[in-house]
């Protein structure tokens, strides 16, 4: 949760106020999402979780489901009455895969006490090798889980004429990459995400390919309005460790958003007066 210092008469401050991150009209106050895979221990990952100050967290149905390796107890794992569960459709290579696991991932939450959580991740990968999201798959399943009445989180590539046609079908959110998921790229369609940024009516969520709290301050002080972070964190050699500096990460970044970075010069420009100086 953001605080900001109160103004004094040395160094008066005019920061715009924070509002919470609001998706399908749920608030939340932490802007970093996080996941559940990859790590080396359940323990680890409960650890993770806590240090990132994170309140949603994404789950895969599927492996889930099938008890993954890795993902044996993961449901039980976590508190439910205090982290958001996100599921999502990983694993899924057609609209009509992702249809039927974001069903059975509203299912799940119900069982986990979560009666009233409609939200999914949805992600249609067919590409095995880069794991590029489909387009075209992504949009067909997005306008048939929003008349379900799905609160859709479709991750996307950094399209922002696919960005604009999943919100004029009722995504509630748009996710685009900002590098191939689990590289560790850092945000290589930063100029993508920043046309989908300067048009989005609903908050747009920096997805994949974050690889370091800088990058995720980046992605912040663009105005995105959040972003999910899973590899870099549970990767780390520390991952609780790595966690916390994300979700500070995460702060600074939308602190840096709302404060007004100053304007870019082609030329230098003193920051000592220069009036008063001493005559040589």
Known sequence: MLTYPAPTQQAPAKLSPD????????????????????????????????????????????????????????????DWTKIWMLPNTAGCQTAEEAIRVARL???????????????????????????????IGTLEAAEKLVREGF????????????????????CATVMPLGSPIGSGQGITTAANIQIIIESARVPVVVDAGIGTPSEAAQAMEMGADAVLINSAIALAENAAAMAKAMGMAVEAGRLAYLAGRMPVRSSASASSPLTGTIAG
């Open 105 to 135: 991932g509203r299912e799940m939450a119900k069982l986990l006490g979560q009666e009233d959580n409609n939200f999914v991740k949805l992600e249609v990968i067919p590409d095995a090798k880069y794991l590029l999201p489909d387009p």
């Open 151 to 170: 609160a859709v989180l479709p991750y996307i590539n950094a399209d922002p004429l696919l960005a604009k046609r999943l919100q004029d079908v009722g």
């Open 19 to 78: 509002t919470p991150l609001t998706i399908a009209g749920r608030q939340f106050r932490s802007r970093l999402m996080t996941g559940t895979g990859k790590y080396r221990s359940i323990e680890e990952m409960q650890q993770s979780v806590a240090a990132s100050g994170c309140e949603i967290v994404t789950v895969a149905v599927r492996r889930v489901q099938t008890k993954a390796a890795g993902h044996e107890g993961l449901a039980e794992a976590l």
